[in-house]
């Protein structure tokens, strides 16, 4: 982390959507002095209120065109499904030279639809802070979220160097490490380590939930054996995850593709009882394991070190 | 826990297999006084050797003739592909009036499996406790692995109701909770609860490592979205999965079966962009979740209260 004296890479910062992100990002920023100003818009009464509560805003607007005026950089951080939207709504309050960024887990689809209403003179670059919980909505944001994690910065053509730079600093202001990244090939890595995995996690809780010879009560008792982790998973936010797989449709049945292909080979091999083609398999996948804690990107304690 | 002064549920125990389990149930009786004495025999010398180094067990024995003699409990916490052929060895050295349990994944082959070696007199109670960690050897154990976990208890016809009483209080000195269950349903539920998620998960690691267009680097940097959850479960013990999937294939492939259906079901509702039909699936599967946080089957700390 950088010292608490650096200046503020931005003066006014205004977070849209009040959620994990925004919050965890607000709680970053104050944490080091990365911004002066942060302000903030939420859809609903509720989650401004909750946010003025919280206190990670200085100042919580009930508008859009309010929030954005004077504003150096302009956080997008609702669902992916409304950003065009939001985009087109705030266009004209927007200062020449404020950076537009968002942090949605889609690429391509998001720069289609907010791009074309980014005006003259404002810069918009696309971001993914590689980061999350099961959580949501204000009150789940906090400092330490994009530590040492990766934000993938996906910059559209013409936009300035030194504003990618600068975005780049603000991240890592943030704790985050930062890499750049083509919209197409962001999509794709995202549906494999993360869109798929949670679409299968979703899929079978769902299986679980429905099945009549298997109780409701038995699978909550007994999640421990390995089930429960897929629950956190499916516990994340609906919307989130219904505009994702809505906006990233052709990779994620790219990667669908394979995951079914290899399931019923593996299906195959229990049928005909190929013990040799299972153990190889298996063995095989160790090894990532091994990459992700030797790469710090998990923690090597038995079952992620839960306390019980 | 139950205080330290009770006496011995059995006086002396022998562990067959000194792996994640046999060393978490020695823990655990050493911490409560459940058993007089523990001896331990696994295969290998290297883990007979850790397992003298570690101190777990009071003698470890290097056959399985000497390790059973004298035994009132003697517990195959081996693979379940081999508990047939371990119980076939032991058979004759048993003493009349023991107690043989397995710990095994699955329980109608093994019963089919080790119950026609278990001589007159000798009792054959099958249990499983239903926890574990990724870990596997001597050296993964821990004494509270099975504290307010489950373990089931699937009795076979003719075990005197007083055996299977005291197997009960035994598992609960070591911390889990009892319950029984019919061995064809156990194993249906196993296969919800833990083995199709195993397989999957082994699955969607073994898709992100073969990918040509996505590295591993790629795969290891940006796990924290979701996909590292995955990865953990898909860095167990290879022998001890390949086993469970050939002994409980049966009801592996029905709930696989039940899985892909509705797997394609969300597959068809993403290339038709039925974003009420996503929304409303990933809405139902967060009450199992809430489900298993009131149950204290697990943490409600955002991402498992991960440290980082
Ligand atoms: N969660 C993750 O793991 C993760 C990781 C990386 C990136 N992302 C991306 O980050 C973005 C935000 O995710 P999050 O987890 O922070 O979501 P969240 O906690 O659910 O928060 C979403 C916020 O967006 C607001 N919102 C929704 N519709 C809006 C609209 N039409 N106008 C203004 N505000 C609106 C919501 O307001 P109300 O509360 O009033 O509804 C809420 O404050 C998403 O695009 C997501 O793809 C998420
Ligand atoms: N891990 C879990 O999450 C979990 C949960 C509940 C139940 N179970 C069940 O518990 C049993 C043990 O699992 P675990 O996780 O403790 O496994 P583990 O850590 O891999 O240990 C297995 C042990 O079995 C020994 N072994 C293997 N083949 C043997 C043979 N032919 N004769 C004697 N010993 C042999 C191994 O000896 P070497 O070290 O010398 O090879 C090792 O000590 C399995 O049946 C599993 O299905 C596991």
Not at 65 to 86: F, H, K, S
Not at 171 to 177: D, I, K, N, S, Y
Not at 281 to 286: A, E, I, M, S, V
């Amino acid at each position: 982390m950088t010292a608490v004296c650096e200046p503020a890479v931005y003066e006014k910062v205004a977070l849209i959507g009040l959620g994990l992100i925004a919050g965890s990002m607000a709680w970053a920023m104050k944490r080091d002095g990365t911004a002066g100003e942060v302000r903030g818009y939420a859809r609903s009464a509720e989650s401004r209120e909750m946010t003025r509560r919280l206190g990670f805003c200085d100042v919580v607007c009930d508008d859009l065109a309010e929030v954005v005026q004077d504003a150096d950089l302009i956080v997008l951080a609702t669902p992916v499904g409304v950003m065009g939207r939001v985009a087109e709504t705030i266009a004209p309050h927007l200062k020449p030279g404020a950076v537009v960024i968002d942090v949605g887990s889609v690429k391509r689809t998001v720069i289609e639809e907010v791009a074309p209403h980014i005006p003259e003179g404002v810069h918009f670059v696309p971001c993914h802070p590689m980061a999350g919980t099961e959580h949501s909505g204000p009150a789940s944001g906090f400092a330490s979220l994009f530590d040492n994690r990766w934000c993938l910065i996906v910059p559209v053509e013409g936009t300035p160097e030194a504003e990618v730079a600068r975005l780049e600093s603000y991240w890592q202001r943030l704790g985050a490490r930062t890499e750049r990244m083509e919209p197409e090939h962001h999509d794709l890595v995202c549906a494999v380590v993360s869109h798929v995995p949670h679409l299968i996690a979703y899929t079978m809780v769902g299986v679980a939930d429905d099945l009549r010879r298997v109780s409701d009560q038995e699978v909550i008792k007994f999640s421990a054996a390995g089930f429960r982790d897929f629950t956190r998973i499916a516990a994340s936010d609906p919307t989130m995850w219904r505009d994702v797989f809505l906006t990233n449709k052709e990779a994620t049945l790219e990667i669908l593709g394979r995951f079914t292909e290899e399931l019923f080979a593996l299906q195959r091999a229990i049928r005909t009882g190929d013990g040799e083609q299972l153990h190889a398999y298996f063995t095989r996948t160790r090894a990532i394991r091994r990459g992700i804690l030797q790469a710090g990107q998990d923690t090597d304690k038995p079952d992620f070190g839960r306390t019980r």
